[in-house]
């Protein structure tokens, strides 16, 4: 649904999975309109669902009133099984960062004795 107006989200489920699509790595903070626009929806509908989610903590709004995915979301989708594997693979990298591709931390070639 995101960057362009499609057909109206027909089920309260639908629209309000379509304002969670609206923010993307390039739009992480969006204000009502564009969240009405970049969702296909009324801005009424948007102005109630919003009001919604961000009561339930799914969105935050800061002081110049734009909207931003909230902590409660960040902690459902830290529960998902792919969330703790890119967490261990994180943790991974970090212990041991020259492992991957024979360099060392500091960017030298590490050199074996022969």
């Not at 027909?10 to 379509?18: K, S």
């Amino acid at each position: 649904m995101s960057g362009g107006r499609q057909s109206t989200p027909r089920t309260v489920a639908a629209r309000v999975l379509a304002i969670l699509a609206s923010f993307s790595s390039g739009h992480t903070e969006l204000s009502l309109a564009e969240i009405s626009r970049r969702a296909g929806l009324a801005v009424s509908t948007t102005h109630r669902l919003v009001g919604e989610l961000r009561a339930w903590g799914a969105l935050e709004r800061d002081a110049d009133l734009r909207y931003r995915i909230g902590a409660r979301l960040w902690e459902l989708a830290s529960l998902s099984p792919a969330a703790g594997q890119l967490r261990d693979n994180a943790v991974d990298k970090r212990r041991s960062p020259g492992k991957l591709d024979g360099r060392a931390a500091d960017g030298d070639r590490r050199r074996t004795a022969s």
